[in-house]
């Protein structure tokens, strides 16, 4: 009989420490998925951020093409003809160019605002 004891005990101090290594191993697995999670929100906010400036850039280089391309079949073709004389034809492309160089100010001085109030809360 105190040899069945023995072998029994012998048994629950080995199933200690698999219970032990899992309770270790879901603690660990709890606290990476909460690191992730808030990872994952931000990394969406952000990506959401950069879709959303890079659709309006989009969306303003067609509204813009639209409008002159609308405008020129429209009016008489010595109109349209006067106005390539003060309209440069590369007259898209800078816009765009100042409309993103703007953009990406303001998303500078965003992240930069960020930034500091992120800090200054710490």
Do not use: E
Request: glycine share 4%; charged share 5%.
């Amino acid at each position: 009989m105190p040899v069945i004891f023995g072998i029994l005990s012998s048994v629950a101090a080995m199933a200690r420490l698999p219970a032990l290594a899992a309770f270790l191993g879901g603690l660990f697995a709890q606290v990476v998925s909460i690191f992730a999670m808030r990872f994952t929100v931000s990394t969406a906010i952000q990506m959401g951020a950069i879709a959303s400036i890079v659709g309006l850039t989009i969306t303003l280089l067609i509204a813009l093409k639209t409008l002159l391309f609308g405008l020129s079949a429209v009016f008489p073709p010595l109109y349209s003809q006067a106005m390539s004389l003060i309209v440069p034809n590369n007259l898209i492309p800078c816009a765009t160019a100042i409309f993103s160089a703007n953009v990406v100010r303001w998303v500078w001085t965003w992240q930069v605002y960020f930034i500091q109030s992120v800090a200054s809360a710490r």
